[in-house]
DNA sequence: CGCCTTTATGGTCGCACTGACTATAAATGG
DNA sequence: CCATTTATAGTCAGTGCGACCATAAAGGCG
């Protein structure tokens, strides 16, 4: 609530809390799903793969604590933070998550496409962020392990009655490449011309580029080029299939 | 993250947080989707409705803070609340959204049924919980009203993927009710040879009763009782009309 | 140059689900 | 007994989707 304080109830009183927030950043690269982690300088846990993120400052609002700690712990551009869709996923609060004290952490999710420069090109620190496919992160700092599962639940989700999938394609995308996405992510092989159908069918998800084509790497008919379109929701839901994973 | 602290970080150096919980809990009554608030007994926002919660303690976690508080502040039997199915909504953390300090606040949602004895059995205070149609809620302290609002929009959007519907029903009831809960969330008309249809065809969403049946309310043909089956997941989905309201 | 491979794109067919609607059963109140 | 009310059963057409098949347009290679 914020609600009733408790009688004669003094801030500095309890023991503080710390807040902070995490972020589970995806990428689809080279047909696998990968996340962006960084690798722990101090203790705890010194020297473990561990999600960005941060303590959240006394004026700033959660969301502005993420932007502001994903550009200063990982090589992403600054532009690309400042417009990224963050999405709230859930705020992880049992209370020895942290060995040092009582800490509270609001985590984030976002999609990203693939970058041109990866994040090599970096902060500029010894140990800046990479991408590792996500199913060789080994054990992770903290308790994000799970807030990482978390997520991959989540993005697998939305992607289902979301428009979401365009975030992780650059710009410009053929549908393949949009395929490509959903089966990553999914792991599962989509049926191309139903795919297609779908998606041309779903107004304002997808819109094509008049013209533009792009070889697919050499062999085959170039592809069209489409753009993300204004929608945002999906009616009716793309339903990710049950049986057969890739 | 709980990344890596500040040079020379001290926990006590910084103005402190403070964490707590806010709780939206519905029932649907009398046609009506109500939720459970309390009138504020101290300042700020002294007077005003408000949904229950409180401040999280030094061990406990934001869940274990959300069934106390509950439990204190409202009338719902111990019972209850100790089963409730809780979900996290969002974690509210805007720098000025409570006047006296930084309080970062985790929403919780939750659904119970219509209570034979109403809330006024209530805890024993004179600002006992109340239930409130969602339509008449005036304004409410602190940034709540918008934290009822996402809520809303949340179950609003459940109902359709999920079978948490029943949450709204007591442990036996018929499928008349159940497309009530239905109708009073979205605010729609269903038809009702084809809810029926819907429920019973997804395995797992109502078991039927052997044999019973309850009177509805004296009129027409008896209703067969219903529990709540195993399933959590509604496969496809039950999609929100679009067009007609209520 | 002709043929094969590869990828994009276009279309067909049948099934399952859904929305709109009609019909029957079982209770109550006059 | 009949009208009313509510539950339950069934029908029928349209739609979306999965599983296919077919064609178009590029490059590679003999």
Redesign the pocket.
């Known amino acids: 609530m914020t609600g009733s304080i408790p009688a004669g109830y003094d801030p500095y009183a309890y023991e503080p809390f710390a807040v902070t927030v995490d972020l589970a950043v995806f990428t689809v690269r080279a047909g696998q799903l990968h996340v962006l982690l960084i690798r722990r300088a101090q203790e705890p846990h010194r020297g473990a793969w561990a999600l960005p993120g941060g303590f959240v400052l006394p004026r700033e609002s959660a969301e502005r604590a993420a932007r502001r700690e994903l550009a200063e712990e990982t090589g992403l551009p600054a532009r690309l933070v400042g417009e990224l869709h963050l999405e709230q996923l859930r705020t992880y609060s049992e209370p020895d998550r942290d060995p040092r004290m009582r800490v509270v952490s609001i985590a984030f999710t976002a999609l990203v496409p693939d970058l041109p420069e990866p994040s090599e090109q970096g902060g500029g620190d010894a140990d800046r962020a990479r991408w590792v496919p996500v199913e060789r992160t080994g054990e992770l700092a903290f308790d994000h392990g799970r807030i990482l599962a978390d997520a991959r639940t989540r993005i697998g989700a939305k992607l289902e009655y979301t428009c979401l999938a365009t975030a992780f394609c650059p710009p410009e995308f053929?549908?393949?490449?949009l395929?490509a996405v959903y089966e990553t992510v999914w792991d599962t092989v989509?049926?191309?011309?139903?795919?297609?159908?779908?998606v041309?069918?779903t107004p304002g998800f997808v819109e094509a580029v008049p013209g533009a084509?792009r070889?697919?790497?050499?062999?085959?008919?170039?592809?069209?080029l489409y753009r993300a379109g204004p929608a945002t929701a999906l009616h009716?839901?793309?339903?990710r299939?049950e049986?057969?994973r890739r």
């Open positions: 053929t549908l393949g490449e395929q989509l049926d191309r011309p139903n795919f297609r159908r779908k041309l069918a084509a070889l697919t790497g050499g062999r085959g008919k170039p592809a069209a009716p839901p793309l339903l299939p049986g057969h």
